[in-house]
């Protein structure tokens, strides 16, 4: 089986910072792309920003300039740098990754449980 564990979220007054870690554990033969996610109270689920195996990087307008999205491929992990934050911030946010399990011929979308961020004006 395989999982995406995140890890990093808390309490942060506004102008602060958070990292954020998805780490992914199990028999995985290839990591593709690998994306955060955010969702806040009442509304839908939102797309971050992701990074491809080979590094390109793409943001959120609401979020670019203020995070950064980065990974390291012998830890199966990512990382979420989150400067600058504001209370519109606040959310749970979701690491997501396409993952190709050992002896699959294919890679299969994987979700992780969820880290809440919260940002006190």
């Known amino acids: 089986q395989v999982q995406l564990v995140e890890s990093g979220g808390g309490l942060v007054q506004a102008g602060g910072s958070l990292r954020l870690s998805c780490a992914a554990s199990?028999?995985?033969?290839?990591?593709?792309?690998m994306r955060w996610y955010r969702q806040a109270p009442g509304k839908q689920r939102e797309w971050v920003a992701h990074?491809?195996?080979?590094?390109?990087?793409n943001y959120a307008d609401s979020v670019k300039g203020r995070f950064t999205i980065s990974r390291d491929n012998a830890k199966n992990t990512d990382y979420l740098q989150m400067n600058s934050l504001k209370p519109e911030d606040t959310a749970v946010y979701y690491c997501?990754?396409?993952?190709?399990?050992?002896?699959?011929?294919?890679?299969?979308?994987?979700w992780g449980q969820g880290t809440q961020v919260t940002v006190s004006s």
């Open positions: 997501n990754a396409d993952i190709r399990r050992l002896l699959s011929a294919r890679s299969y979308e994987y």
């Open positions: 199990g028999s995985i033969a290839s990591i593709n792309t």
């Open positions: 990074i491809t195996s080979g590094g390109s990087t």
